[in-house]
């Protein structure tokens, strides 16, 4: 399980449970407040479009070349953070 120094924003921080993903969460909130040059989007709607884009068009192709694996047929908390962290850098 990750400690709370941990960099819950790597693709390869342990996201266990609820409670870490919570964590997780406001560290990325954390993120866009103290890092916003390193956001391509700021914006909530293209945020969300992003998103959105990812997980239709990039999501495979991540966990084969990140992961090693295919996409599981039941998400996880990592599995979330991957698709929120992915909207915050990706371009179309």
């Known amino acids: 399980m990750s400690a709370p120094g941990d960099d819950l924003l790597s693709y390869n921080a342990d996201i266990p449970d609820q409670r870490t993903f919570a964590r997780f969460l406001v560290s990325l909130a954390d993120d ?3 890092r916003p040059q390193d956001w391509v989007r700021t914006d909530l709607e293209q945020y969300l479009r992003a998103m959105a884009n990812w997980l239709m068009n990039g999501l495979d192709a991540f966990n084969e070349n990140m ?3 295919t996409t599981p047929d039941s998400p996880d908390w990592r599995l979330f953070a991957d698709l929120l962290c992915a ?3 990706v371009d179309d």
């Open 87 to 89: 909207a915050r850098i």
């Open 32 to 34: 866009l407040r103290d």
């Open 67 to 69: 992961r090693g694996k």
